[in-house]
């Protein structure tokens, strides 16, 4: 099965993908762990020009034409060989990153996106979605060494939530939605709980 986290900035998703991992390791359940942009050497590559706070002058069509190219790269070199061979592939970020950031809040539009990672990943989509749901008003973002994106202002990110929760509501029966507990280890518990029920882990 294919499983994407999704999340706005400072959710605590990175903390949860941390723990699924050991959850599934000690369980003795192989797992695939990816991230976006990013786990292939061209994906990589592009994920640093994309985040790089330097480039301050990237149009929002470049950016998500470059997510797009490091999906298409990520899908033919890595997760359709390994849904392939029947393992279960645990992906940080997706389609619906690009859908909620580029499509929602740069505003180019969730058809145009949705077309262009479409055409990227041969048409992948994940089984499950486990969608951290923390508006930005209440979510923990670090101050230092922010990325491009983290550095946008307040209002891009609640419309980067809005776009999600938007894509929630059009696509219900994919997303799984946890409300982070103050406990990362009760979410974590909310999370395998949910992963279990669709059949996704043991």
């Given amino acids: 099965m294919f499983v994407s986290f999704e999340g706005c900035e400072g959710v605590g998703k990175s903390t949860q993908l941390r723990l699924i991992k050991e959850y599934l390791e000690r369980t003795n359940q192989p797992a695939l762990f990816v991230r976006e942009p990013g786990s292939t050497a061209i994906s990589e590559q592009i994920r640093t020009v994309i985040l790089d706070p330097a480039n301050t002058e990237m149009c929002g069509l470049t950016e998500a034409l470059l997510y797009a190219a490091s999906r298409a790269q990520l899908v033919s070199q890595t997760l359709r060989p390994a849904l392939d061979r029947g393992e279960l592939v645990i992906c940080d970020r997706y389609i619906d990153s690009s859908v909620a950031y580029q499509g929602y809040a740069r505003g180019l539009g969730a058809d145009f996106v949705r077309d262009i990672n479409a055409a990227a990943t041969q048409g992948l989509l994940p089984d499950v979605t ?69 059949g996704a882990i043991k």
Avoid: M
């Avoid at 307040?154 to 103050?182: D, L, M, T």
């Fill in 130 to 198: 486990v969608f951290i749901d923390l508006p930005p008003s209440a979510a923990w973002r670090n101050g230092h060494l922010q990325d491009r994106l983290e550095q946008e202002s307040a209002e891009f990110h609640e419309n980067v939530y809005n776009g999600y929760i938007s894509e929630i509501s059009r696509c219900p029966q994919r997303f799984v939605r946890i409300k982070p507990e103050f406990d990362k280890n009760e979410t974590s518990r909310k999370i395998i709980e949910a992963l279990r029920e669709r």
